[in-house]
């Protein structure tokens, strides 16, 4: 099925939860214990500008060239390799705050009747279908 590529844009733009919990991380960092790394908290930040900006970008996916497209798609999945590993390590701390985050994410997350893998794998389906539409 072959969609408008700038629908393709807007669908991955409302996956939203994605920017909301690296928000909330990032705004909650101050006042948790597992935000205390220096190396956590400068993640957590460049995540948050970089998903800002490649959504804003995302908005002239359309106007690009094919190869403009190609990069647009490979930063954001690149993007996304980053986050999963970025929850990973909130998954894996022994942070009281940190697993209470997850358990935030995933709440927020059923209440649109996903879960984080689910929102991942829309996220790379919206992509692969990015990709057909410029081969």
Known sequence: MVHNQDNLIIELG???FFLNIISIY????????????E????EAKQL???????????GEFGKFDRQGKQIFIDKMENMMERYK??????????DFTAKM????????????G??????????NMTLERMK???E
């Open 114 to 123: 996903t879960t984080p893998e689910q929102m991942f794998q829309q996220m």
């Open 26 to 37: 990032y705004q909650q960092g101050v006042n948790m214990g597992f935000f205390d790394s």
């Open 132 to 134: 057909k539409e410029i």
């Open 101 to 112: 985050t997850v358990e935030q994410l995933k709440t927020q997350l059923s209440q649109f």
């Open 14 to 16: 409302e996956t939203d």
């Open 48 to 58: 948050f500008q970089d998903y800002q900006s490649l959504i804003q970008l995302g």
């Open 39 to 42: 190396v956590v908290q400068q």
């Open 85 to 94: 590993i970025f929850m990973k390590r909130f998954e894996l701390s022994d």
